[in-house]
Nanobody, 125 residues
């Protein structure tokens, strides 16, 4: 059974930075495509960024392009989301998601197999 655990959330001022981490257990993260999603109060869960299991493909939501970077370190069994130039509208619970043995990085939450419990990111103005 695959378990994903997020860490690195917190409170930051606008224009600040945070780095989120997603760690896997039960399976090496190198066998998973990994996505980051977020959900703000009263809103639907939305795709933020994703990286294929081979690392050759990454995708970003338009709202975060140029500010967020997703990367993976298979040796550390982790995927990261570096978030720069944060805005108050980035405030949400951020979730890590995994898909097994596929190069695809879909944006729809229902297409992902595994989910973490989420980490809160709050950006103050």
């Amino acid at each position: 059974q695959v378990q994903l655990v997020e860490s690195g959330g917190g409170l930051v001022q606008a224009e600040g930075s945070l780095r989120l981490s997603c760690a896997a257990s039960g399976r090496t993260i190198s066998s998973l495509s990994v996505g980051w999603f977020r959900q703000a109060p009263g809103k639907e869960r939305e795709f933020v960024a994703g990286i294929s299991w081979g690392g050759g493909r990454s995708e970003y939501a338009d709202s975060v392009k140029g500010r967020f970077t997703i990367s993976r370190d298979n040796a550390k069994n982790a995927v990261y989301l570096q978030m720069n130039s944060l805005k108050p509208e980035d405030t949400a619970v951020y979730y890590c998601a995994g898909r097994s043995y596929t190069e695809s990085v879909p944006t729809a939450p229902y297409q992902w197999h595994y989910w973490g419990q989420g980490t809160q990111v709050t950006v103050s103005s």
